[in-house]
């Protein structure tokens, strides 16, 4: 890959956090309305889980991409193995973020006393 391609993966990348970081807040506000402090933090790791989670490209060597998009582009085209392994990873970051959640709820029980 050329330099001008690696700038263009470096800017993606970058817009694409930032994009994340504001949409998470804005959610993060709307969610400030449910009463529950677990569903509330569920939601908010089920955001990140979805919209974080990264793939590697088959497509080209060494590039990470959104696993919901590869997996969704992936599914609608047809090629199930590719798609699988997008959602995998998904499924993956799915327990991890749910061993931090409740790891969480117990942090919150614990200083709510």
Same mark, same amino acid.
């Given at each position: 890959m050329?330099?001008?391609t690696q700038m263009a993966y470096g800017i993606f990348w970058t817009l694409y956090a930032l994009a994340f970081v504001? #949409? #998470?807040y804005t959610f993060s506000k709307l969610f400030r309305i449910i009463p529950v402090y677990g569903v509330r933090t569920l939601l908010q790791a089920a955001l990140v889980v979805i919209f974080l989670t990264p793939v590697q490209s088959s497509e080209a060597l060494s590039w990470w991409i959104p696993a919901?998009?590869?997996g969704g582009y992936e599914g609608i085209l047809g090629?199930?193995?590719e798609a699988g392994?997008?959602?995998f990873n998904l499924g993956l970051a799915a327990m991890a973020?749910?061993?931090v959640w409740m790891l969480d709820l117990v942090r919150y029980r614990l200083t709510r006393r």
């Open positions: 050329d330099s001008d504001v #949409f #998470f919901w998009l590869h090629n199930p193995e392994r997008a959602f973020m749910l061993l």
